[in-house]
C-alpha cells in the first residue's frame, strides 16, 4: 500500500471536522493547559511559509499535552481591523469588509491544509460588532477608570469624582469644584482617566490625508508612496499606560519570558530615579526644568539641550539665531521619533541665542535644540556635562562649545579633579563620595534650597490610541462643545458605518468626519477617529475562554477556570508593543474585578523568522526615476544623490531582472508613470530590445511586506501537511530565524515514507505482527520516547524530527515489524504529522482516535545497558578496550583485565603495582 499523503490528509481532516474532535469543554476533571499563538493578520492574500512556524510549535505542543491528558484550549481568530488589513484593501481596491472577509476565509482554509488542532467554534475576529462590542466596553472601563496612587491600582471614576466634591485636591476646594463648569472638571478628569484625550503631536502626511505610525515613516517620508510627513498637533486619545510602569516592571519576575525579552520591556519602560532642577532663563520670568539622573553634576553643565518642538524655543531665541531655529525645527518635523534616537555619526542641533542660569553659580549657560531630546521624555530639557558624558562631549566638540576645567565649589565644599578621567573615576563631582551618595548629598541641597526636587521617571510615553482611519473600532465617545461623554453601555456596539469609498476627513480628522448622518447625532457629535488594531488583540486571549457569552467578554468563572495563557507563541517584534498593552489590560481588568490574574501570559515562546530573498528597485528621491542596480554602484553620477530603496515583489522578477511592465502595473499603479535607467545606461522604452533593470537583493524576513513570500499550499499539495509540518520543525531550533530552502523538503518526505514502510508493504499491505518484541526493539523505541518527551517539553523541536529518524533508521536495520512497538511509535509521531499517525493508529485496530491516546510511558528499564565498554590504559596510555558486564566490580574487572592478550602484551610478564578501576568510566593498569 502506497503512502497516498493527499488523500490520507483529506480523510482525517474531513473526519475531525465532521465529530469536532478538537472542540474543548469549559470544565473538565481533566488539568487545564491553554497554548496560545500570537493573533495573526488576515491582511494579504494568506499565509506564506513563514507564518506557519510558530503554529506548527504550538500546535504540537497542544498536541502533545492532549496526549500526556491535559484539557487543552488551543484557539484561533483574526485580528481584522486596523493599519495592515485597510493598507491591503486600499492597495487592491475594494473594500476593507470585503477584502477582509475574503483573506480570513483563504487563511482559514490554508491553516485547515495544515491540520492545526484549533477549536474553530471558539474562532473571533476583531471586525465584527459582536467582539468589538466588548473592545468599546473596555474602553469605556478604561475612560471611567483613574489610577488610584494610594492603591496603585484602577480605580473607578465615580469614586475619584465624590473625593473632589467632598474633600477637593491639592489644585482646589470642594467648593472651587462645584463652582466648575462641565468643561473644567472634564479638564481635571483628563488628567487622571485610564484613556484620555489630549493634544499631541503626530506624524502628518498631507498627500495620504492620515496621521502615519512611527514604523511607517522613513527617512522623513511615507512608507507608502514616498510622500512628506511633518509633525502636526491634533486632539488624541491615549492610554495611560505609565500610571502602570512599576506594576509592569515588577510582573517580569514573575513571568517565564527570556531575558531578553524582559530587558527590551524595562529598556522601553526606562524607569530611572533622579531629580527635576529649575534653571532661571535670562531675560525671561519663566524657569527651565531639567530632569537629570546626575543632580552631583550640576557645577559641570556647560551647555543645555531641549527639544526643538517646545513651545519655549520661540520665546528664548534671539533675533540673531531665529532663522537658524526655526529652518532646524522645521527639519525635526520631518523626522520620527525612531530616527530621532537612532544611533548615527552625524550630530545635528542649534544654538537658540538664550541662556539658562546655573543656580548655584550664577553661570550663563547656552541654550541649544537638538533632535535627540524629545519633548515626551522627562522635561524634554537635559542639561549637559561634557566631561562626564561622551554624547555630551562629542556635541560640545562639534560645535566648539567650551567645556568646564575647573568645576568650581561643590556641596560638600570640597574642590573636584578638574580632568575628565579622574572625574569619571569619582563618579560624581563630590570629591570622595561614591556616586549613590554624592546623587544622595546633591537632592537634599536641591530640595533644602527649593530648586530642584526627587523624581522617578519613565522613558515609557502614554499610548497613542487614535487612529485617522476609516477600518478601526468607533470610540463610544459623544462631543458637545468640546466635552467628551461616555455612551451607555447599552447603546453598544456602536458599529462602523459602511460606506463604499471613504477618504481623509477636514483638518485631518478620520474619514468617519465626511458621513455627517452618522456624525452628528441628538446627543451629541460622534467622535471621528478609530481605535489602533491593538485595541482588540489587548484582550482577545480572554473571549476565547467564553467567545459566544452574550451578557459579558467572559464570565467569571470560566476565566477562574482558564486562568493564565500557559504558552503563548509569536514574535519577538511585539515585545514593547502588543505585549505591554496586553499585559496593561490585563492588570486594569483585574484591578476592576473582571478576572483574577494580573498577568496574561504564562510563557513566553518567541520563534525566530524564515528568511526569504527580497528584491528591490532603486528610485531616485523626489523623482520618478529609478536606476537599475548595477549602474548605481558603477557610475559617479548617482553616488551623491538620495536614494529611495523600495521593495519589488519577487512574484515579477526573474532570478534579478524586473519585469518593467508588471511592475508599473503593481499597487494600483502606483508606478505606472515611473521612468526607468537600464543596466546599460540607456531609458527603459515598452517597444522591447534594450538592456535589463537589474534588481538589489537581501535576505531578510519573509513577510508580505517585503513581497518575498513562498506560498504553502503548493507544498501541500506536492509534498502533504505532515511532510511540510515536519520539514519546518526540522529546519533548526524554533526560536532561531533561517533560510528557507524548499529542496530540504525532499529529504523529510522520504524519512515519512520509510517510516510508513515500517507497517505496510507497497503490494502486501498491512505488514504488521502480535510477536513478542526483543530488547534491542524495546531499547530503541524507549530510547525515542525518553528523547521525544524530553526535547518537546523543553521545546526543542527540531532534535525530535531527528530523534524519530533515527529511531525508523534502527527499527528498519532491526527489521521491526511488531505492533508493540510500532504502535507507541505512531503516537508519539501524532504531534508532528497527525494524519499519518491517524492512520497508522486506525490500521493497527485501533477505533478510537489517536488524539486521544495515551503518551507513551518510558521505562529506564530497557535502556539499561547489559554490558559496559571501557578504555584500559597501561601507566596511563590507552591500549585497548574491554567489554565488561554493566555490574562488574573491582574483582571481575581486574580478573578479565588481567587476562586481556593486549594487556598481556604491554605487561611484558610484570606484576602490576597498581590496579584503578572507576566504575562506568575507565580502567587503568600501573606497572
Known sequence: MEYNFNAIEKKWQQQWNDTKAYQVPNNSSKPKYYVLDMFPYPSGAGLHVGHPLGYIASDIFSRYKRLKGFNVLHPMGYDAFGLPAEQYALEHGVHP???????????????????????????????????????????????????????????????????????????????????????????????????????????????????????????????????????????????????????????????????????????????????EIDFAIKGLDQKLKVYTTRPDTIFGV?????????????????????????????????????????????????FTGGYAINPFNGVEIPIYIAEYVLAGYGTGAIMAVPCGDERDFKFAQHFNIPITNIIGQHFNGQEANPTKDAVLENSGFLTGLLMKDAIAVANDKLEELGIGKRKVNYKMRDAGFSRQRYWGEPFPILWNDGVPTAMPETALPLTLPHVEKYGPGPEGEGPLANIAEWVNTPEGKRETSTMPGYAGSSWYFLRYMDPHNEAEFCNRSVSDYWNQVDLYVGGTEHAVGHLLYSRMWTKVLYDLGYIGFDEPFKKLLNQGMIQGSSRFVYRINGTNKFVSKGLLDANEEYKGQKIDKIHADVNFVDGYELDIEAFKKWRNGEYANAEFILEDGSLYSPTGGQGAY???????????????????????????????????????????????????????????????????DEVKGLQVTQDAPTADELKVLHKT?????????????????????????????????????????????APYAPHMAAELYSALGHTDSVLDAAFPEFNPAHVLESTKEYPVSVNGKLRTTLMLPADADQAAAEAATLANEVVQKWLEGKTPKKFIFVKGRMINVVI
Not at 708 to 727: E, H
Not at 799 to 818: F, G, P, Q
Open 694 to 760: 537589474i534588481c538589489g537583493a537581501e535576505v531578510e524576513k519573509m513577510s508580505k511586506s517585503k513581497f518575498n513570500t513562498v506560498n504553502p499550499d503548493d507544498l501541500v499539495q506536492k509534498f502533504g501537511a505532515d511532510t511540510f509540518r515536519m520539514y519546518e520543525m526540522f529546519l533548526g531550533p524554533v526560536e532561531v530565524s533561517k533560510p528557507w530552502d524548499t529542496k530540504g523538503i525532499e529529504g523529510v518526505h522520504r524519512f515519512l515514507k520509510k517510516l510508513w514502510r515500517l507497517y505496510f
Open 302 to 350: 556647560d551647555f543645555m539641550v531641549i527639544a526643538p518642538e517646545l513651545e519655549l524655543v520661540n520665546q528664548i531665541k534671539s533675533a540673531e539665531q531665529a532663522e537658524a531655529v526655526d529652518n532646524y525645527v522645521a527639519y525635526v518635523k520631518s523626522r520620527s521619533d525612531r530616527e530621532r534616537q537612532a544611533e548615527v555619526k552625524q550630530i545635528t542641533g542649534c
Open 97 to 275: 469588509a470585503v477584502s477582509t472577509a475574503q483573506n480570513i476565509n483563504n487563511f482559514r482554509a490554508q491553516l485547515d491544509k495544515i491540520g492545526f488542532c484549533y477549536d474553530w467554534d471558539r474562532e473571533v475576529n476583531t471586525s465584527k460588532p459582536e467582539y468589538y462590542k466588548w473592545t468599546q466596553k473596555i474602553f469605556l472601563d478604561l475612560y471611567n477608570s483613574y489610577f488610584c496612587n494610594t492603591q496603585q491600582k484602577a480605580r473607578p471614576i465615580a469614586e475619584l469624582i465624590a473625593k473632589y466634591e467632598t474633600s477637593g485636591s491639592k489644585h482646589f476646594t470642594a467648593a472651587e469644584w462645584q463652582a466648575f463648569s462641565a468643561a473644567e472638571k472634564e479638564e481635571w478628569l483628563m488628567k487622571r482617566r485610564l484613556a484620555f484625550s489630549a493634544y499631541g503631536e503626530v506624524n502628518w502626511c498631507e498627500a495620504l490625508g492620515t496621521v502615519l505610525a512611527n514604523d511607517e515613516v522613513v527617512n522623513g517620508v511615507s512608507e507608502r508612496g514616498g510622500h512628506p510627513v511633518i509633525k502636526k498637533k491634533m486632539r488624541q486619545w491615549y492610554l495611560r499606560i505609565t500610571a502602570y510602569a512599576d506594576r509592569l516592571l515588577e510582573g517580569l519576575n514573575r513571568v517565564d519570558f527570556s531575558d531578553s525579552m524582559k530587558e527590551m520591556q524595562r529598556n522601553w519602560i526606562g524607569r530611572s530615579e533622579g531629580a
Open 785 to 829: 520516547i525518553k528523547k521525544v518527551e524530553e526535547d518537546i517539553e523543553r521545546f526543542s523541536f527540531n532534535t525530535v524530527v531527528s530523534a524519530l529518524m533515527v529511531c525508523v533508521n534502527e527499527l528498519n536495520d532491526l527489521k521491526c515489524r511488531k505492533a508493540a512497538i510500532l504502535e507507541p511509535l505512531a503516537i508519539l509521531l
